[in-house]
């Protein structure tokens, strides 16, 4: 199992990124993703998640509205669009298979929001 | 929302001596199926997290057998028999009963 994320950069306060998180070695739509950030110093924090068909998705409060969770089972592909960027956002951000009992992670991506 | 608290913040320790972490919710992890949603996982330095327990008492694969997990209801405890040098790290407690899901704030274990 391999799950690799990109698209992590430095970005102004109000923008806009798109996280890609590619993944490899099971069969990528039977399992359900999730995303999970971990701010400079400071713990976990659970992000979002999406079925293994892309029908459901959920969100934590403090992403809702601002961030899109999406996944193309064809591509073997999870993304995380983000909008509306905050200081707050700053931070690495995990691609993990399934929706808990996370055994599989990425490296991380990182995220910067900084004018 | 479930809120999840863990105690100590921190908890130094003397390596072959036992370690007792603390999770508490802030409302009950009982799914209808009957199990308790609640995993454990260990950030070592510079590492992505490793789940170490779910189900509130099953190992995952190649855990050694110094970790148990016990608990029900809103009450959770990891417990190390005997810690060793390579326990070090954040260990922190997930909720995957009810979404949004959530984690702990961590403990931070440290040898003495």
């Known amino acids: 199992v391999q799950l690799v994320e990109s698209g992590g950069g430095l970005v102004q306060p109000g923008g806009s990124l798109r996280l890609s998180c590619a993944a490899s070695?099971?069969?990528?739509?039977?399992?359900?993703m999730t995303w999970v950030r971990q701010a400079p110093g400071k713990g976990l924090e659970w992000v979002a998640y999406i079925d293994h068909e892309g029908s459901q998705m959920f969100y934590a409060e403090s992403v809702k509205g601002r961030f899109t969770i999406s996944r193309d089972n064809t591509q073997n592909s999870l993304s995380l669009q983000m909008n509306s960027l905050r200081g707050e956002d700053t931070a690495i951000y995990h691609c993990?298979?399934?929706?808990?009992?996370?055994?599989?992670w990425g490296q991380g991506t990182p995220v910067t929001v900084s004018s | 929302e479930i809120v999840l608290t863990q105690s100590p913040l921190s908890l130094p320790v003397t390596p072959g001596e036992p370690a007792s972490l603390s999770c508490s919710s802030s409302?009950?992890?009982?799914?209808?199926?009957?199990?308790?949603?609640l995993d454990w996982y260990l950030q070592k330095p510079g590492q992505t997290p490793q789940l170490l327990i779910y189900l509130v008492s099953i190992r995952a694969s190649g855990v050694p057998d110094r970790f148990s997990g016990r608990g029900s209801g809103t009450d959770f405890t990891l417990e190390i028999s005997r810690v060793e040098p390579e326990d070090v790290g954040v260990y922190y407690c997930?909720?995957?009963?009810?979404?949004?899901?959530?984690f702990g704030q961590g403990t931070r274990l440290e040898i003495k």
């Open positions: 409302q009950s992890l009982l799914h209808s199926n009957g199990h308790y949603f």
């Open positions: 997930m909720q995957g009963l009810q979404t949004p899901y959530s």
């Open positions: 993990a298979r399934d929706r808990h009992q996370l055994v599989f």
């Open positions: 070695g099971f069969d990528f739509r039977g399992y359900s």
